[in-house]
Structure formats: structure tokens, C-alpha cells
């Protein structure tokens, strides 16, 4: 297991629901819609069934490291990879 590489894992399926396909805080710059961080916000809102922020609240208080970050793009990697 490479650490670099698993440090958000459990945080980031946590969050979305789904494992990790790659720890996206490692290659920079990297351009995403606008449109797409509603849209995360949206998906996480409902996940937990609550606000965005009592969303944002669980996961940040759920003990797992997280990086908002890694979690949008591995959103972005299930639903637009097209």
C-alpha cells in the first residue's frame, strides 16, 4: 500500500459512496467547470441527506482524513469522464 497514494482513500469513499480510483492531490494545475463543484455539493447534500453544510459537517468531523479536493475529482472521475 502506498501511503501518498491511500491517505484520502477512506475519507474520499466515506464522502462519496464509492472507493477512491486515484489520489487526485498529486499532479497540479487542473481546470474544473464551476458547474461541477454545485453539482458535488448537491450530490454530497443528498448523500447525507442534509444541507451541503451539514454535509460538509460530517465528513469533516467523521475522523477520516479527507481533501475536498480528491473528493470532487473523484466525483468528476464517476459521473463525467466522458
Do not use: C
Not at 499532479?27 to 448523500?47: D, G, H, Q, T, Y
Not at 459537517?57 to 475529482?73: T, W
Amino acid at each position: 500500500e502506498d501511503v501518498a497514494t491511500e491517505r484520502f482513500a477512506e475519507g474520499t469513499k466515506w464522502a462519496l459512496g464509492q472507493r477512491q480510483v486515484a489520489d487526485f492531490m498529486s499532479n497540479f494545475p487542473i481546470l474544473i467547470k464551476r458547474a461541477l463543484l454545485s453539482e458535488v455539493r448537491e450530490f454530497l447534500a443528498k448523500r447525507f441527506n442534509s444541507t451541503f453544510e451539514g454535509a460538509f459537517a460530517q465528513i469533516a468531523g467523521g475522523g477520516k482524513l479527507y481533501s475536498e479536493f480528491n473528493i470532487v475529482m473523484n466525483y468528476a472521475w464517476y459521473y463525467h469522464r466522458d
